[in-house]
């Protein structure tokens, strides 16, 4: 399945369903379900702009979004217009392109994992069950179990 690094407070504020787009340099031909990931650095200005002063979960999957279209930028008024939806800071740098996100949820147990850039594919347990939506349920019971006699 692919995954995407998300900073924190942001993988958390895209789980919530309180960011619906995420800004970033480059595009992706990707849509579909996608994993995200919590590296370990958190952006403390942002949880300070945002008043986000909760424990942030790092270096693990927390959740898993739907991508189903990206926004192509020409103008910074036009991020700025969007600001509500991806609630980044001012300082936009060179952010072109915003990946719009649905259907948000979170994992119940976070899995431990290194992050990389940009989309990259974690395997998780393979089962014979076809169904896209069971095995999602599936994988997520799996490491719940897995990993609540861990933390």
């Known amino acids: 399945m692919k995954c995407l690094s998300v900073s924190q407070p942001f993988a958390n504020l895209i789980i919530s369903g309180k960011k619906i787009i995420e800004l970033r340099s480059w595009s992706t031909n990707f849509r579909g379900e996608f994993l995200i990931h919590a590296p370990i650095k958190i952006r403390n200005d942002d949880c300070k702009r ?26 910074i008024k036009e991020v700025k217009i969007d600001r509500e939806l991806h609630l980044s800071s001012k300082e936009f740098r060179n952010k072109t392109f915003g990946f719009l996100l649905k259907n948000p949820r979170s994992l119940r147990i976070p899995i431990p994992w290194k992050g990389q850039l940009g989309f990259f594919d974690v395997d998780l347990p393979k089962t014979k069950t076809k169904n896209k939506e069971i095995v999602s349920e599936i994988i997520d019971e799996e490491y719940r179990y897995q990993w609540v006699g861990r933390h």
Do not use: C, F, P
């Not at 008043?51 to 103008?75: H, R, W």
């Open 50 to 75: 945002l008043k986000i002063n909760e424990k942030l979960v790092t270096g693990a999957i927390i959740g898993k979004a739907e991508l189903y279209q990206v926004k192509k930028y020409d103008s």
